[in-house]
């Protein structure tokens, strides 16, 4: 029997991803694919996190996870970070463009979808494609800024249920499934310092990965000074460092950079975002405790 529609998923595999799955999965929809395409170097935890998704899937009759991945002409994977590399250049977010996000993002969704059998025979026989993605109704002006496909016929199902950031964690509370992490490459420019900071402490690889970018993009850099765009995250973690010396008194008569004071303060304003207060000035009186004992962040502006 021949489908009426397709459902697509464009899961970025973040909060919003997995309040939405839920949502469209409560509703009735089964989707005929789900892509999450992986730049190459995205939060650990996130790649932790699909096997777990995958089994509540399953379990809801959905499908799993398929990952897509840009690859070149010879068909290997060349991801985001490599791709830095080989150019000596950083991100291009970096520099006030989104082209990451389009090379890595979206032209592997769209080059599996076009090969895909059940996509090319819905188009050739008119069936209606229906694009799903996870922007929320905090963030709904979003969906104004998108480039139309005539492929698809895009829905954003936490903006039409007008569902904000507390109502998609509520919901992934609700159906017994893990917070996920934050969507995120470990050298996203967008990083806040605190979130720096963590990369730094918690997974050094990655963070001394993200150095090497910038070390080997140094060259070509002229109008940025590094991945935090006015800085650059080295420099962040010497402020860093600096400012834990002062606290234990081990840096008496040093002498600090002009450059690295200001960078402590900018170490010192940056705080992870207060979700326990938000909840209370919002009044959202069914946001649980849950909530507040995992690391959940905005989503990534460059790799929605």
Same mark, same amino acid.
């Given at each position: 029997m021949e489908k009426e529609t397709l459902h697509i998923a464009a899961a970025g595999m973040g909060v919003n991803t997995i309040a939405y799955l839920i949502k469209c999965d409560k509703k009735g929809i089964i989707f005929d694919a789900?892509?999450?395409?992986?730049?190459?170097? $995205?939060?650990?935890?996130?790649? $932790?996190? +699909?096997? +777990?998704?995958?089994?509540?899937?399953?379990?809801?009759?959905?499908? $799993?996870?398929?990952?897509?991945?840009?690859?070149?002409?010879?068909?290997?994977?060349?991801?985001?970070?490599?791709? #830095?590399?080989?150019?000596?250049?950083?991100?291009?977010?970096?520099?006030?463009?989104? &082209?990451?996000?389009? /090379?890595?993002? /979206?032209?592997?969704?769209? /080059?599996?979808?076009?090969n895909w059998e059940p996509t090319k025979f819905a188009w050739d026989n008119g069936i209606p494609v229906f694009k799903y993605k996870g922007f929320d109704a905090d963030e709904g002006h979003r969906t104004k800024k998108e480039y139309p496909d005539v492929k698809y016929t895009d829905v954003h199902p936490l903006v039409d249920l007008n569902m904000g950031r507390f109502e998609c964690i509520q919901t992934i509370i609700d159906a017994g499934l893990p917070?996920?992490?934050?969507?995120? #490459? &470990?050298?996203c420019p967008s990083m806040k310092p605190w979130e720096i900071i963590e990369l730094y402490e918690n997974n050094i690889k990655e963070f001394h990965d993200a150095i090497t970018m910038e070390r080997n993009a140094a060259e070509n850099i002229t109008t940025v000074k590094g991945l935090g765009r006015d800085f650059s995250w080295w420099d962040l973690i010497k402020a860093y460092r600096y400012l834990q010396m002062i606290k234990t008194r081990k840096s008496m008569g040093i002498i600090i950079p002009e450059k690295i004071k200001k960078l402590m303060l900018k170490v010192n304003r940056s705080r992870p975002i207060d979700y326990e207060k938000l909840a209370k000035e919002r009044n959202v009186k069914d946001a649980v405790c849950d909530l507040f004992s995992q690391n959940i962040n905005i989503p990534c502006e460059c790799m929605d």
């Open positions: 789900i892509l999450f395409a992986d730049p190459g170097k $995205e939060n650990p935890k996130t790649y $932790e996190y +699909i096997p +777990i998704l995958n089994k509540w899937l399953i379990d809801h009759n959905q499908p $799993e996870v398929t990952i897509v991945r840009q690859v070149n002409k010879y068909g290997d994977f060349v991801g985001l970070y490599q791709d #830095c590399i080989n150019n000596k250049a950083l991100p291009s977010i970096v520099y006030g463009f989104k &082209t990451c996000s389009l /090379k890595f993002k /979206k032209s592997p969704q769209d /080059k599996y979808l076009n917070l996920p992490p934050k969507s995120s #490459c &470990t050298f």
